[in-house]
């Protein structure tokens, strides 16, 4: 299916493109700096740098690229195929309630492949080499991990098959469903417009993509911020003791040490990732969806 390839590759290289800026907001998600409040873009960037050097703003992005090929050929080929179904076999006249359909089921679909991929990218990311080599090898919070591989394999040993599935999963799905609805719903309407032929067909799905990449992190970055605190925990396997904070719990946390500015935090590098990731995406899915429409049914 051109759907499903097509949203395959443009999501590897979309995702490779933009990840330095992926792994700046996640430190500034999981850090804080003497006064409490998360370090500036810039005095994170320099930390990287200094501490990791260049491979530091891409730890965890072979997995990252490997999953979101996965889960792009998911939701592109979700996306299609539902639109199509409800246009041939429901009453929706709307083509925009159709999209908006068709989105959310593609971001619920796709959750249960989008909450192990992201676990993992944000145990590598959120790692702090520095600090860990001053730690025995346990390979608790803060420890050094060799590669993706080995981050999955020492969160199934410490924490259990079952964590790799599900720690995360409920907010992941909860950030998703929205967010492919509003993605879907922008690009397919500003692609049916008058603009889209003004643009020509290499700057409509740039421009248009990464404007549908923004609406749907904007109002969804909040929901992120919960996400990654909570998957960045961990625990032994077996340890009763270590009681794992609760969504409600962090939402409140942050809340309270912040406000609701502390819900956004991170969010100019999460933006910058977002229009460059998902302009990308897209004009390589609308180059191969061109290419392969006439020879793949």
Known sequence: MASLLSGSVGGAIGVGAAYPFDTLSTKAQVSSGKDGKPPSMGSTIVKIFKEEGVPGFFEGVLVTMIGQALIKAIQFATNELTF????????????VLKMAIAGVLSGLISSF?????????????AQNKLTAKKKND???????????????????????WSS??????????IREIPSFAIYFVVYGVLARSSMATTLGEHAAPLIFGALAGWAMWIPTYPIDIVKTIEQVQTRKKGDSRKQLKSCSHITSKIYKTGGVRAFFDGLEPKLAR????????????????????????
């Not at 790799?164 to 799905?173: D, E, Q, S, V």
């Open 84 to 95: 199509l179904w409800l246009g041939k076999h429901s009453n929706i006249k709307s083509n």
């Open 113 to 125: 492949v989008v909450s192990p991929v992201e676990l993992v990218k944000i145990r590598m990311q």
């Open 138 to 160: 346990d390979l608790d919070e803060g420890a050094v991990y060799k590669n993706e591989l080995d981050c999955a394999q020492c969160i199934v040993k410490n924490e259990g």
């Open 164 to 173: 790799l599935f599900t720690h995360g999963l409920w907010i992941t799905i």
């Open 274 to 297: 977002a229009a460059i990731k998902h302009a990308v995406t897209f004009w390589v899915y609308e180059v191969m969806m061109n290419f392969l429409r006439p020879s793949v049914a």
